[in-house]
């Protein structure tokens, strides 16, 4: 199944690959023309959407009423609905079958594409069987894709290039609104039928290898839950390991000190990372941007940071990210350090960062457009502890689990790098399938 995709990767890696031909467009060889799309294969034409395809716009929004609107009902894709190619409806945004029976004219086909005609251009995604029925919305429009193939015309309209046509083109200064003159007039490559078919499987077989990868990631990250649930808690105890455990606050374990503005000190290649408010993200991992050469407020490897303030919906406050380095990292304003007096710090992590602890900590948040948690609040806050063998132990079990997480998350943003770059080359006609 990914025969095609492997070799147009292979060919991207490592351009000797065979049954792939590979053309520079700099040397315009007998091969390729130079067209208002760029340079393309010779057997490859240019013309305008509305030569090759015809349109629907969805309908006024005068035409559903709100007692059309049904829960679980058929539903209504608007641009929010399409997402990387993807439909994806929500519950709420369904209407009854006797409203989509009055509006069938509106009703999508397999093999048709639904396209954005609002906000941010190039949403569209082709209709797949289980989808039939289902109604376009006012903020999209149908595109009938003829004689063309609809998986290939959908990757051709997301590609950087058919969008910035499609903005510049487009009405709207506020909010761009995309018609179906601009797409009639929308001028694309078209290579012969069997190699759009061709171009598109091999991107699709990708798309299926990102959606495996996905899925596993979602896998692993629930057996993670499961298992920070369980043993975060004392219900499963790992082998070994005995007794009671403690209940102790958060300043019983750490001193807690909070941090000063570097703002003035960042160095754009400086030394050392500042560790501010947005150092800390909403899975509790350290993710640093700003540099300085400040040899001020050093962290220590094990020390933990905490945001304590959060403009928006708080989601970062309370949880903590773990310091990696001794002389590495310096602590920035609007972040609690939080160092540890007894036990292990990555389990105390590991166990700030639980769905328990943290929602304790979110409760006791005050403010409204810039959120704030006091440092007795934090100080406060109880967590059950092991003894510290045990909570080492613990805490490597739940760190394996990280790193296998992060590989799987290295390895699908590599393939979906690979597939940006398949897509650049395949719609250009510079990697060829024969």
Same mark, same amino acid.
């Given at each position: 199944?990914?025969?095609?995709?492997?070799?147009?990767?292979?060919?991207?890696?490592?351009?000797?690959?065979?049954?792939?031909?590979?053309?520079?467009?700099?040397?315009?060889?007998?091969?390729?023309? #130079?067209?208002?799309?760029?340079?393309?294969?010779?057997?490859?034409?240019?013309?305008?959407?509305?030569?090759?395809?015809?349109?629907?716009?969805?309908?006024?929004?005068?035409?559903?009423?709100?007692?059309?609107?049904?829960?679980?009902?058929?539903?209504?894709?608007?641009?929010?609905?399409?997402?990387?190619?993807?439909?994806?409806?929500?519950?709420?945004?369904?209407?009854?079958?006797?409203?989509?029976?009055?509006?069938?004219?509106?009703?999508?086909?397999?093999?048709?594409?639904?396209?954005?005609?609002?906000?941010?251009?190039?949403?569209?995604?082709?209709?797949?069987?289980? #989808?039939?029925?289902?109604?376009?919305?006012?903020?999209?429009?149908?595109?009938?894709? *003829?004689?063309?193939?609809?998986?290939?015309? #959908?990757?051709?309209?997301?590609?950087?290039?058919?969008?910035?046509?499609?903005?510049?083109?487009?009405?709207?200064?506020?909010?761009?609104?995309?018609?179906?003159?601009?797409?009639?007039?929308?001028?694309?490559?078209?290579?012969?039928?069997?190699?759009?078919?061709?171009?598109?499987?091999?991107?699709?077989?990708?798309?299926?290898?990102?959606?495996?990868?996905?899925?596993?990631?979602?896998?692993?990250?629930?057996?993670?839950?499961?298992?920070?649930?369980?043993?975060?808690?004392?219900?499963?105890?790992?082998?070994?390991?005995?007794?009671?455990?403690?209940?102790?606050?958060?300043?019983?374990?750490?001193?807690?000190?909070? *941090?000063?503005?570097?703002?003035?000190?960042?160095?754009?290649?400086?030394?050392?990372?500042?560790?501010?408010?947005?150092?800390?993200?909403?899975?509790?991992?350290?993710?640093?941007?700003?540099?300085?050469?400040?040899?001020?407020?050093?962290?220590?490897?094990?020390?933990?940071?905490?945001?304590?303030?959060?403009?928006?919906?708080?989601?970062?406050?309370?949880?903590?990210?773990?310091?990696?380095?001794?002389?590495?990292?310096?602590? *920035?304003?609007?972040?609690?350090?939080?160092?540890?007096?007894?036990?292990?710090?990555?389990?105390?992590?590991?166990?700030?960062?639980?769905?328990?602890?943290?929602?304790?900590?979110?409760?006791?948040?005050?403010?409204?457009?810039?959120?704030?948690?006091?440092?007795?609040?934090?100080?406060?806050?109880?967590?059950?502890?092991?003894?510290?063998?045990? #909570?080492?132990?613990?805490?490597?079990?739940?760190?394996?689990?990280?790193?296998?997480?992060?590989?799987?998350?290295?390895?699908?943003?590599?393939?979906?790098?690979?597939?940006?770059?398949?897509?650049?080359?395949?719609?250009?006609?510079?990697?060829?399938?024969?």
């Amino acid at each position: 199944m990914l025969q095609a995709a492997c070799i147009v990767a292979k060919a991207i890696l490592a351009p000797q690959t065979e049954h792939v031909k590979i053309y520079s467009p700099v040397d315009l060889k007998p091969a390729y023309k #130079q067209t208002e799309v760029g340079v393309i294969p010779e057997e490859w034409g240019v013309k305008p959407l509305g030569e090759c395809a015809s349109f629907r716009t969805g309908p006024f929004g005068s035409a559903l009423h709100k007692s059309d609107y049904a829960d679980d009902g058929i539903p209504v894709v608007n641009p929010m609905h399409i997402n990387e190619g993807r439909i994806e409806p929500t519950r709420t945004m369904t209407i009854t079958e006797k409203a989509a029976k009055a509006l069938s004219d509106f009703r999508m086909k397999a093999g048709e594409i639904v396209i954005g005609r609002r906000g941010d251009m190039g949403r569209c995604a082709v209709v797949q069987p289980e #989808q039939a029925g289902w109604l376009c919305g006012t903020g999209s429009m149908i595109i009938r894709c *003829g004689a063309t193939d609809a998986g290939f015309l #959908q990757r051709v309209l997301s590609s950087p290039r058919a969008i910035a046509a499609i903005e510049d083109t487009s009405v709207g200064s506020t909010m761009i609104n995309l018609n179906q003159g601009t797409l009639a007039g929308l001028r694309l490559q078209f290579p012969p039928l069997p190699e759009q078919r061709a171009i598109a499987t091999a991107l699709s077989d990708v798309d299926g290898l990102l959606g495996g990868l996905d899925r596993f990631i979602a896998k692993k990250r629930n057996l993670k839950k499961a298992a920070m649930q369980q043993l975060l808690t004392g219900q499963t105890r790992l082998p070994g390991f005995h007794g009671e455990w403690e209940v102790k606050r958060l300043g019983d374990v750490f001193t807690i000190s909070a *941090g000063k503005s570097k703002s003035t000190f960042i160095a754009e290649n400086g030394d050392f990372w500042i560790c501010d408010m947005g150092s800390v993200s909403a899975e509790g991992r350290l993710i640093v941007s700003k540099r300085t050469n400040h040899r001020c407020d050093f962290l220590r490897k094990g020390d933990l940071i905490m945001p304590k303030d959060d403009i928006g919906g708080g989601n970062i406050i309370g949880k903590v990210g773990y310091i990696d380095a001794n002389e590495t990292y310096i602590l *920035g304003d609007h972040v609690y350090c939080l160092r540890a007096l007894e036990g292990d710090s990555r389990f105390l992590a590991f166990t700030i960062n639980s769905h328990r602890v943290n929602s304790e900590l979110r409760k006791k948040v005050i403010g409204s457009a810039q959120l704030g948690l006091g440092r007795k609040s934090v100080t406060e806050q109880k967590i059950q502890i092991p003894s510290t063998p045990e #909570q080492t132990a613990i805490a490597e079990v739940l760190r394996e689990m990280d790193g296998e997480l992060a590989m799987l998350e290295h390895r699908r943003e590599k393939t979906r790098a690979l597939k940006q770059a398949m897509m650049q080359e395949l719609l250009t006609g510079r990697i060829r399938l024969l």
